[in-house]
Nanobody, 130 residues
Framework: QLQLVDSGGGLVQPGGSLRLSCAASGFSLDHYAMAWFRQAPGKEREGVSSISAFGGITNYAESVRGRFTVSKDNAKNTVYLQMNSLRPEDTAVYYC???????????????????????WGQGTQVTVSS
């Protein structure tokens, strides 16, 4: 069974940090570019960050640039999202997604075109509150 499993969410105070993980099972992430999306209550899902398949190029939404860092460990078949200086407006369910194809070997996929992604995780809740 091919799936992505998101984990690492939780409750954190403003200014705190969390690291999300997304582990693939049933397939290798070697040739997949990856991304993180999030959906807050009452809002549409939005792209947060993406990374090229070979891990060299990253892309961030303006709202998280400088605070979040995406990384990809092909040996562990896992992608991470390190989130620092968290704000209440970062509260959302976070989803990882995988995009297959040579187009993404050295270019991160778009954060606005969800159709480019082939697999999605189940989501992990992040709540930033005092």
């Amino acid at each position: 069974q091919l799936q992505l499993v998101d984990s690492g969410g939780g409750l954190v105070q403003p200014g705190g940090s969390l690291r999300l993980s997304c582990a693939a099972s049933g397939f290798s992430l070697d040739h997949y570019a990856m991304a993180w999306f999030r959906q807050a209550p009452g809002k549409e899902r939005e792209g947060v960050s993406s990374i090229s398949a070979f891990g060299g190029i990253t892309n961030y939404a303006e709202s998280v640039r400088g605070r979040f860092t995406v990384s990809k460990d092909n040996a562990k078949n896992t992608v991470y999202l390190q989130m620092n200086s968290l704000r209440p407006e970062d509260t959302a369910v976070y989803y990882c997604a995988a995009a297959y194809g040579s187009s993404w070997y050295h270019t991160p996929p778009s954060l606005s075109n969800e159709y480019e992604y082939d697999y999605w995780g189940q989501g992990t809740q992040v709540t930033v509150s005092s």
